[in-house]
């Protein structure tokens, strides 16, 4: 079995007045190996969202199921799915999502305070995680007092804290300029590579390019998919380009 099992998801909203039913995701089905990147793109309504809200536990599908290493998120109990996110998951937004009345460093223990987790063992894995991403010189920093790229090094390191299954990352670097992204995508590569498995939406082509695959959505279902194999970042720029091209002008499946 894969790390990650979607099958068959489905997903239907009713308008305010229940007249209406907005069909967001359609039989979406594909599955996700342990250490995988993958990013989703898709345009704005295509279901990407709200295919990551149903991956994060944050909301359920009208039909089809979401094995996570083997347990159906759908069957998590109300009273425990909020200690599921946290103990499982790690979340990173476009908007950094810190309170600005924390310190980077309460910023990122966090999760681990609303676990009720030691100090000491707090304080060592913060150690860690702070200087493999580059920002224990800012840990008494207020998220004011510090750059976009940096906020965004805290966010990941808050979700990389807790010791998820996978990284769920919505956007991440469309509140960066470019050197920032291009920071923030050479970490992901990092911690990609020392085997978390990363899932992450983003319009950015360029962010696309460093994943190992890209899931297309168009309509609610997955449309097309490409594996990097052995391109490079450039080359797999290139794809995804062709693609999206494709996808725009309502051309067939590649």
């Known amino acids: 079995m894969s790390f990650i099992e979607v099958s068959g998801l489905k997903k239907t909203y009713s308008t305010r007045f229940g007249g209406n039913k907005v069909e967001a995701l359609r039989n979406v ?49 109300e009273s425990s799915i909020a200690a599921f996110r946290r103990d499982n998951l790690g979340f990173v937004f476009q908007e950094f999502n810190l309170l600005d009345t924390f310190s980077v460093e309460d910023n990122i223990y966090l999760p681990l305070v609303l676990a009720a ?3 000491k063992e707090m304080q060592s894995k913060l150690m860690n995680i702070a200087q493999r991403l580059g920002i224990a010189g800012i840990l008494k920093k207020y998220p004011y007092e510090i750059s976009g790229g940096q906020k965004q090094r805290a966010a990941v390191a808050r979700a990389m804290i807790t010791d998820p299954m996978v990284i769920l990352a919505d956007e991440p670097t469309g509140a960066l300029d470019s050197r920032s992204s291009d920071d923030l995508l050479g970490l992901f590569r990092d911690v990609n590579c020392s085997g978390l498995t990363i899932i992450m939406v983003t319009h950015s082509i360029k962010a ?3 994943a190992s695959r890209v899931l297309f959505i168009r309509d609610g279902a997955v449309y097309h998919q490409l594996y990097r194999g052995s391109d490079t970042d450039e080359q797999m720029y290139q794809r995804i380009t062709d693609s999206l091209t494709l996808l725009a002008t309502g051309g067939d499946r590649q």
């Open 29 to 77: 089905t594909f599955s996700v190996e342990e250490g995988e990147f993958i990013a989703i793109m898709g345009e704005s309504g295509s279901g990407k969202t709200t295919l990551l809200n149903i991956l994060a536990a944050l909301d359920k599908p009208t039909g089809g199921t979401v094995l996570l290493g083997g347990v159906d998120l759908s069957r998590i109990k």
């Open 117 to 119: 987790k030691p100090y």
């Open 208 to 210: 696309a390019s460093v």
